[in-house]
């Protein structure tokens, strides 16, 4: 199962409303409460540079792409 097309401005609308007083998206954007999110497809979580993660979640081995394939199987 592959994925969808989905609804780009839907999508933008709702990371406004639920995401983006936490995070950012531009390359090289600053963190905020929540990391940075540029890159964020096939690295593995606890890794955005210059961010202070915490020690529970560096030490996890969570893959966004491996997790949505994951899902979408």
């Not at 639920?18 to 990391?35: A, D, I, L, M, N």
């Not at 890159?39 to 979640?57: V, W």
């Amino acid at each position: 199962m592959g994925f969808s097309e989905g609804d780009i401005e839907k999508g933008k609308k709702l990371f406004v409303q639920r995401c983006s007083q936490c995070h950012t998206v531009e390359k090289g954007g600053p963190h905020k409460v929540g990391p940075n999110l540029s890159g964020l497809f096939g690295r593995k979580t606890g890794q955005a540079p210059g961010y202070t993660y915490t020690a529970a979640n560096i030490s996890k081995v969570l893959i966004l792409s491996l997790l949505l394939r994951y899902h979408m199987e």
